[in-house]
């Protein structure tokens, strides 16, 4: 398995930014996907998820209506659109993916700095919204 993130970039708050996770070695109908955003502290928030097996899209409640997670199974890539960006969305942007159908339950929830909970992680692409 590998998850290759990109897009990441400095922008202004209220700006937008389109994240990209290519990944291998799955299929979205066995692995649930997501995002994670890493803090200074290095806790890592679920900030939203796919599965694709129980037809749900789940996000944090501090994205809900501004960020928008999406597949392209034929480029096998998963994009996260980020508009009305705040400097709290600051971070490491991680995508992670697993076959355990209680990814969506983490979502929103901070998980300790060097968490293994889930099975797949990828590099990380940072964004950094400035006021």
């Known amino acids: 398995v590998q998850l290759v993130e990109s897009g990441g970039a400095y922008v202004q708050a209220g700006g937008s930014l389109r994240l990209s996770c290519a990944f291998s070695g799955f299929t979205l109908d066995q692995y649930q996907i997501g995002w994670f955003r890493q803090t200074p502290k290095k806790e890592r928030v679920g900030v939203a998820c796919?599965?694709?097996?129980?037809?749900?899209?789940r996000y944090a409640d501090s994205v809900k209506g501004r960020f928008t997670f999406s597949t392209d199974a034929t480029k096998n890539t998963v994009y996260l659109r980020m508009n009305s960006l705040l400097v709290n969305d600051t971070g490491i942007y991680y995508c992670?993916?697993?076959?355990?159908?209680?990814?969506?339950?983490?979502?929103?929830?901070?998980?300790?700095?060097?968490?293994?909970?889930?099975?797949?992680w990828g590099q990380g692409t940072l964004v950094n919204v400035s006021s």
């Open positions: 992670a993916a697993d076959d355990n159908l209680g990814f969506l339950d983490v979502i929103g929830s901070v998980l300790p700095a060097g968490t293994r909970l889930l099975k797949h």
């Open positions: 796919i599965s694709k097996r129980l037809n749900q899209t």
